[in-house]
């Protein structure tokens, strides 16, 4: 049953959440399963379903990412300190109200009580932007936030509301 | 009051004990909520707990309004064209021979017309509690056909949205043709309110319920869930296709994934008792009258599901093992089906429709996942002829 793929491919699973599926080094299939409640599923050639819950899934995530491992324990801590701290990946699309504007004249943090760590552009990786960047359709932004304040960022960015 | 709370307490414990039995072998918790009403109703002898089972009625409509909003909340339109045509072509074959077997046979058992588009419904309509569960829980959440099944699934929510939506002014209290079409154009007309709102008011309905903390979204979106029901129900077009139909409308707004996952809870105890409620008012003596027709449904519905399987496979250029996966997945059978019926009984059809109903969810919602869980001896046995190998892709 091995194929060869183009390359790797997320297809959804409705009601389930999304699967990833690529090929190993050895062009064996590996699939990713992320369901709804955030729990992750490792299919691995040749070797039973691996489930991990939703937090050990980030931080593993994060590590394979190479970006910057979390750990869990700190995310805990920081739980505890400020409550309910959450960092997040956010794309903003072509079409949302705040492309070409810059992070001063749109007042992020004042206004959505969001702070922007960082913006992976590209290949690039721009580390606490400077206020004066205009933010362009395509990005994703890494933010730091509370979680009551992410669906407010998330209209703020469209334009919605 | 005291004595409500007992017995009502009993009720889910009773009804939480057995479901839990169930799952250590295995087996879906609808058909044994549904059995834990029967067995503590009034019809069957030992200890009976509601001597009426009409005293659940709010609390049973409550579960119904749940099921039908998280349905509407967690749709999305991705999931219904990601399948492309393919998916198009299986799922509506499926539908296609399902609800046309339930035609048939609700029109040869001749218990009326009305009868029949409910039988239709209910042996057309596979469960999507059930079956969403049996693939995560057997691990096949990689497997091929598995996009596929959860597919058919999501087109046959929204067939039943519409199935419900066309069926409340034919099982409503028309007395001529004319009262009919009227009753069919206020319905038609609410829907396509809701629609319009669900499409454009997204913004405007966000902002009366989205609510920072997750206490006030509650309170706020179960009130707009009951009350946009209840509006349905007193336009006679049924108070889960309004509930439905106010999911859909908070799907489209910035609150759609906090509102699906705190409505779980809510759905799970109230969907408990509409299931045990159900089984409450089943006399288990009605059920030897309709021995045979449910016979006849359940093998139907089975030999059904292997040919949905077969083409489902042919269409899609999978194996024998995947087209008897989907076979047995899709068979299963559950709250669609009781809730068509609770409907048919609120609107006084032949009373033989919930013993026929309850016996034929009872055995298949069991039958589908043991079948499900050792398909493999489906696989082998299917003609290779039928299911030829795909060819590889490399």
Known sequence: MARLRESSSIIRLPGVGDRFACADVDDREVQVVRRRDEHVVLHLPDAPPVELDASTARAVGAFMAGRFAIDPRLVQRLDDVVGGLTFEWIRIEPGDAVVDRTIEALQIRRRTGVTIVAILRGSQAIVTPDPDLPLRGGDELVVACRDVDLDDFVRFLTGDG | ?394
């Not at chain 2, 001597?51 to 709010?58: A, I, K, N, S, V």
């Not at chain 2, 269409?315 to 009781?338: C, P």
């Not at chain 2, 996942?369 to 490399?394: K, N």
């Open chain 2, 1 to 394: 009051m005291g004595y409500e709370l007992i017995v009502l307490g009993l009720a889910f414990l009773l009804a939480g004990s057995l479901a839990r039995l169930g799952r250590r072998v295995g087996l879906p918790t609808i058909p044994l909520f549904m059995l834990a009403g029967i067995i503590v109703g009034p019809n069957t002898p030992g200890p009976v707990l509601f001597e009426h089972p009409e005293d659940l009625e709010l609390l049973a409509a409550f579960g119904l309004i749940f099921l039908l909003f998280y349905l509407g909340v967690e749709f999305s339109v991705e999931d219904l064209t990601g399948g492309g045509r393919k998916l198009l072509a299986t799922a509506g074959t499926y539908l296609a021979l399902n609800i046309g077997a339930g035609l048939a046979m609700g029109f040869a058992f001749g218990w009326g017309t009305k009868e029949a588009f409910v039988i239709a419904g209910a042996t057309g309509i596979s469960s999507s509690a059930i079956v969403t569960k049996l693939l995560v829980e057997l691990r096949r959440l990689a497997n091929p056909e598995t996009p596929l099944i959860l597919g058919i699934i999501v087109i046959e929510d929204l067939f039943l949205a519409l199935y419900l939506a066309a069926l409340a002014p034919v099982l409503g209290e028309a007395d001529s043709a004319g009262e009919g079409a009227l009753l069919f154009l206020r319905a038609l007309g609410f829907l396509i309110v809701l629609g319009l709102l669900a499409r454009y008011g997204g913004a405007w309905i966000g902002r009366l319920v989205a609510a920072r903390d997750d206490e006030l979204l509650v309170v706020l979106f179960v009130g707009f869930a009951l009350l946009v029901a209840g509006i349905a129900y007193q336009l006679g077009v049924s108070d889960a296709i309004g509930a439905f139909m106010a999911g859909l409308v908070l799907a489209g707004t910035t609150v759609a994934r906090r509102v699906e996952r705190l409505v779980l809870p809510l759905r799970d105890a109230f969907a408990a008792i509409f299931f045990f409620a159900f089984g409450l008012a089943i006399d288990p003596s009605d059920i030897g009258g309709v021995l045979v027709p449910a016979a006849i449904a359940i093998v139907v519905s089975s030999v059904l599901a292997v040919v949905a399987g077969i083409v489902a496979a042919r269409i899609n250029g999978l194996d024998r093992q995947g087209a008897a996966n989907i076979a047995f997945s899709v068979l299963a059978r559950g709250e669609f089906a009781l809730i068509l019926v609770s409907l048919a009984a609120a609107a006084g059809l032949d009373e033989r429709l919930a013993p026929f109903v309850a016996l034929y969810v009872l055995v298949l919602a069991v039958a589908s996942p043991i079948l499900a869980s050792r398909s493999g001896i489906l696989a082998r046995r299917l003609p290779e002829r039928l299911v030829p190998d795909p060819a590889p892709t490399a």
